[in-house]
């Protein structure tokens, strides 16, 4: 395991949510260092800066692309070409044991800081939330790993750092006792200057979803229940923000569905956000974006329609589905040789905006649709662009323009509109938070629980909160009895069915869906297909086979630690 120098990252000051200052230093030095509680302060913050590396969850959205639901980034793991010394494998390895070494090195000196004893106590136990966080994020991809707490000195013993990797069993034992002494201490709210730091209910929700990852279901259910109902009065107060169109925005950014979220700042001197305007948004977007991640039509075909109907290409277009001819007729417009212009728009452009109006209403809000309206930039002026299909369409003309030539949906979700009202200045850093653990996705373990454990009543009731308790999304009720086929569910397996749907629908572009797959099974019935794009040209073909539930250890760690131990199987 290679050195890890702790480092701290720049970031300004901003009312509202936690600061990481600038440390005057490179190395951390328990001599100079680890003396006040600002020094406290300042190392807590260097754990959670950690998160913003691409390959832990500064990227995570584009974990969605190695399901079926987005496409793009890490082509090869798609593709099932990896190896163990391919950059992702090594990097997510190496980059989340850097936020352990982090904890671990807080954990390590926090008892000579000069602070009350109380407060030691709340650090230690954050300290231990991000440490469980780090270390289930290595065992959803990689199984049991080596576990190294606060007794190693990362800066000192790093050529010793030879242990034998952990069981999956000890590994997950590890990370739900961090969480219990999180839970322990850590407050249900922080003053509002402290916004975005772990909670109780963050490290209790944490909990659940790792018991759930383990199929503990009455476990997980405990904890999920804590959330949901709060049955002690602890006065946590979560609940789904009314509007589904403005959760990904900055107006959701402080609301009471975030539960644990990465805290992202922008503008000239404040740069602190992830990189959604250049990985997710188009040419169309601020500075223009690169579209590493798209989503796949397989996720837009999920969307329902309005009435609770499952959608059909067929209901609108016979022959939709079997004919690239149909398809291209469909969509494509043609442009002006002269000026870019549009010369003529594709004779169903009417019906095909009905055709996505009348869907979930979620779709417009995570998707931008062919033909739809986007407020976005022509290079960092903001413009209102439409998404038209055509070869050589261009922001000059007020046209979206993905940025591989693709003919593709888009994300909408997360994406910057404009500059943001002059907040955005960079691209890379769209002040924008993005949720790890948020309420809807409470609700719908929880319902996987109930489910699992006979109770389908409230685990139908939960999925339809998820489905019509904002101001914006009213999707009809699910029942077990009612007489729309469309609408019921009557079995454990068709309620499953339902929970793989509303997740998938729900929590789009948030990173989740290759995590559900694997712990489902479902991984070689959903990722073994040939995709293509809008107008039935090849995209890619996406492989999976039963070694990839589980990513290789890195070649460089056995070649630097001989008592690792075996590799996963099939590597």
């Not at 469309?486 to 749907?501: G, N, P, Q």
Request: glycine share 8%; with cysteine.
């Amino acid at each position: 395991m290679k050195k890890y120098i702790l480092l701290f990252a720049a970031a300004g000051l901003l009312t509202g949510c936690f600061d990481l200052d600038q440390l005057p230093h490179d190395k951390l030095n328990s001599g100079t260092f680890w003396k006040t509680e600002n020094h406290a302060h300042q190392g807590m913050m260097s754990i959670y800066n950690q998160m913003k590396k691409e390959n832990v969850f500064g990227a995570y959205f584009w974990q969605d692309g190695l399901g079926e639901i987005g496409y793009g980034m890490n082509e090869t793991v798609i593709e099932g070409t990896y190896t163990d010394r391919t950059s992702v494998i090594e990097n997510k390895f190496k980059d989340t044991y850097g936020g352990i070494a982090r904890a671990n090195a807080l954990l390590r000196n926090i008892d000579g800081v000069d602070m009350p004893e109380e407060q030691k106590a709340i650090y230690k136990g954050e300290a231990k939330f991000m440490r469980a966080l780090y270390y289930f994020h290595l065992l959803d991809f990689y199984g049991g790993v080596p576990l190294y707490d606060e007794t190693t000195v990362a800066e000192e013993e790093y050529m010793e750092m030879k242990k034998p990797r952990s069981t999956v069993e000890e590994t997950r034992k590890f990370i739900l006792d961090d969480l219990q002494e999180a839970i322990n201490v850590l407050p249900v709210h922080w003053e509002q200057t402290e916004y975005g730091r772990a909670t109780r209910g963050a490290a209790v929700a944490l909990r659940g979803k790792v018991k759930l990852y383990a199929k503990d279901y009455p476990g997980a259910a405990a904890d999920f229940e804590e959330i949901v109902n709060d049955p002690d009065g602890r006065g946590y107060n979560y609940g789904l923000y009314h509007s589904y169109a403005k959760l990904f925005t900055p107006e959701g950014d402080s609301s009471n569905e975030m539960i644990f979220a990465i805290q992202n700042m922008g503008g000239t001197g404040t740069e602190y956000g992830m990189a959604f305007g250049l990985r997710l948004g188009s040419r169309s977007s601020y500075g223009g974006g690169w579209n590493n991640c798209i989503p796949t039509d397989i996720l837009a075909d999920m969307y329902e329609n309005n009435d609770g109907s499952p959608f059909s290409w067929e209901d609108w277009i016979p022959g939709f589905t079997s004919s690239p001819a149909i398809q291209k007729e469909t969509f494509l417009a043609t442009l002006n040789e002269e000026d870019g212009t549009v010369a003529q728009y594709p004779k169903k452009k009417d019906m095909l905006r009905q055709m996505y109006e009348q869907r979930d209403p979620r779709m417009e809000m995570t998707l931008i649709t062919p033909y739809s309206q986007y407020y976005g930039c022509n290079g960092t002026v903001p413009k209102m662009m439409e998404f038209v299909v055509a070869p050589g369409t261009n922001e000059n003309k007020g046209q979206i323009r993905n940025n591989r030539g693709w003919y593709d949906y888009l994300w909408r979700k997360f994406v910057p509109e404009g500059d943001m009202n002059g907040t955005l200045t960079n691209r890379e850093h769209v002040p924008i938070n993005f949720p790890l653990i948020r309420y809807a996705d409470v609700l719908l373990m929880l319902a996987e629980c109930y489910n699992e454990m006979d109770k389908p009543d409230e685990a139908i009731a939960l999925i339809n909160r998820v489905r019509n308790e904002r101001d914006d999304v009213k999707m009809p009720s699910l029942s077990r009895t009612g007489e729309n086929s469309d609408l019921r569910a009557s079995t454990k397996e068709e309620i499953f069915e339902r929970i793989v749907h509303e997740r998938a629908i729900e929590l789009a572009c948030e990173g989740h869906r290759f995590g559900d797959l694997k712990r489902w099974g479902l991984c070689e019935e959903k990722l073994n297909f040939t995709y293509d794009d809008l107008l039935g040209g090849p995209r890619y073909n996406r492989v999976f086979n039963e070694r990839d539930y589980l990513w290789p250890l890195p070649a460089k760690e056995y070649e630097s630690n001989p008592n690792l131990g075996e590799q996963n199987p099939g590597w």
